[in-house]
């Protein structure tokens, strides 16, 4: 396989975009990522979105999203992995390019939550719907009992878990395109309105329209284009029991240690060499677990090092510069993709106020359901 | 959900029927064709034991519509005593009473009414045993 990067990066704001359709949504962002690579053309696309049936009634959308690109005609397919389908959109457009087969992908992803669906209900058609939600569980009740599990094994408070909130806000308080900029306080998190027991609403990611776009291409490409790229080092995937009764423990997300493993490998890098992450905070709970699970911290330990700035902006490694997906918001699809967005801004060093200082090598995780796939690539800057 | 989507579960959700690894004696709730443990693809028809232990669990304040009317109500990780894994509601309890390793027994119990027919879905729920 030959090496792949990532020429051109494009996104909409995030959050509840009543006046944008699905299509639209998506092909301004696309459209941005075009612009922004300079490329005159494409020769195919991956769209990750997790439920556009649902949320809007519609399928077949990589044929809709190529003709309102004004594009109709280019190759395109629709990829699904629950919350990690961005994520998965980037590792399909990679696969092309390396291949061969392409020589300039489109990675997409979009979501349209606010058109009135029953949010909590599609959200949970991602958890086993014969075992899980027949019994009335939601994503954040999965979640919840992540964490409980994580408290009664590990010690981990209340208060570490708001913690991871507080910096997420603080990163996403500089991000022009979050959802929710405003910074909140430990206080705050713990006296919201409870969702699913221990967690409450600002331990959860929001319900956000959206939608983010990236163009991969060979390194001949880049070189030619004569603009910053980064080098995509690693993609890896793991998948997992979708139930999360079936997993032997509970305080876990094996798919994210299984993949972070292949991934340092691929890439030929320890944890300790990332500069920067943007992971999968659906939750509060799941910033704390996928940090242990790639290796940041001893099980266990997260909660304690969050709350001691490990991972704040100017800390060893900062997590989520973006604002992540509590503050920066969720729109299901489009997430896996903004989440390599911003590693590539920290890796052209255009972050703005976010930058983490000599950002060479950053990571994204993104992860579908209560852990039942997950994603990890690893980035690096081209200078 | 459609009556035939939830009648063909119906071993499972009355009589809390698994499939036993012929090979390695792992307990697949709901059955399943090949085993995760060993890769084998045979099996026997078990009934799980109707009782077990709280591994986790949470109460859920907001429900999808179908539950909107229940909350709010607790769900469990439970494992059986023959050692498989299942979520339930956990009732008959205040939420203070629940803890991790607390003993529950199964009981069927009505799970919900679907949609505006109001067709009655049943299966199991846990119940603190004291
Ligand atoms: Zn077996």
């Not at chain 1, 809007?56 to 990829?79: K, N, R, T, W």
């Not at chain 1, 206080?187 to 221990?198: G, H, I, R």
């Not at chain 1, 929001?206 to 030619?224: E, R, W």
């Amino acid at each position: 396989m030959r090496e792949v990067a990532i020429v051109g990066i494009g996104m909409t704001p995030f959050g509840e975009l009543w006046q944008d359709s699905l299509r639209n949504l998506f092909a301004k962002a696309a459209l941005a990522a075009i612009d922004d690579a300079g490329v005159d053309h494409i020769d195919g696309m991956y769209i990750g979105a997790m439920s556009t049936g649902l949320f809007v009634g519609q399928e077949h959308i990589a044929s809709l999203m190529a003709d309102y690109l004004g594009m109709p005609g280019v190759p395109a397919a629709h990829v699904e992995s629950a919350c990690a389908s961005g994520g998965i959109a980037v590792r399909q457009a990679f696969f092309e390019v390396a291949s061969g087969a392409g020589e300039i992908i489109l990675a997409g992803g979009v979501e349209k939550m606010n058109d009135g669906a029953d949010t909590t209900y599609v959200l949970a058609t991602a958890a086993d719907q014969e075992y899980e939600a027949f019994h009335g569980v939601t994503f954040p009740g999965l979640y919840a009992m992540i964490a409980r599990a994580h408290i009664h094994k590990y010690g981990t408070t209340r208060e570490q878990l708001a913690d991871v909130a507080v910096k997420n806000h603080e990163n996403g308080f500089k991000n022009p395109n979050a959802q929710f900029r405003m910074k909140i306080d430990r206080e705050t998190v713990m006296n919201s309105t409870m969702v699913a027991d221990p967690l409450r609403l600002l331990d959860c990611s929001p319900v956000t329209d959206g939608a983010a776009a990236v163009i991969v291409a060979s390194m001949d490409v880049a070189k030619k284009l004569a603009r910053p790229y980064v080098k995509i080092k690693a993609s890896a995937m793991a998948t997992d029991s979708l139930a999360l009764h079936s997993r032997k423990d509970l305080a876990a997300l094996p798919a994210v240690q299984k993949a972070a493993e292949r991934a340092y490998k691929q890439a030929g890098v320890t944890p300790d060499k990332i500069d920067v992450m943007e992971v999968h905070d659906c939750f509060t709970i799941a910033e704390l677990v996928v940090m242990e699970e790639l290796g940041l911290v001893e099980r266990g330990k997260a909660g304690a090092a969050v709350s001691a700035g490990m991972t704040r902006l100017g800390g060893k490694i900062p997590v989520n510069t973006s604002g992540g997906l509590k503050s920066k918001g969720h729109p299901v699809g489009a997430t896996g993709v903004a989440q390599v967005i911003e590693i590539v801004e920290q890796l052209r060093g255009a972050a703005g106020d976010r930058q983490v200082a000599n950002a060479g090598l950053g990571l994204t995780q993104n992860m579908g359901g209560s852990g039942g796939s997950c994603v990890i690539h690893i980035l690096e800057a081209m200078s | 959900m459609i009556v035939p989507r939830y009648t063909r579960e119906i071993p499972q959700r009355y009589r809390l029927e698994a499939g036993k690894c012929k090979k390695c004696g792992y307990l697949a709730f709901p059955p399943r064709v090949v085993c995760p443990e060993c890769g084998n693809r045979r099996f026997v028809t078990v009934r799980l034991k109707p009782a077990g232990t709280i591994l986790t669990y949470t109460v859920i304040h907001v429900a999808e519509d179908n539950f909107a009317a229940e909350t709010p109500f607790a769900v469990g990780v439970v494992e059986t005593d023959d050692g498989a894994r299942l979520t339930a509601q956990i009732v008959d309890c205040k939420p203070e009473e629940i803890e991790i390793g607390k003993r529950v027994n199964l009981i069927l119990r009505r799970i919900r009414k679907e949609g505006h027919a109001g067709i009655l879905q049943y299966g199991y729920k846990a119940v603190l045993q004291r």
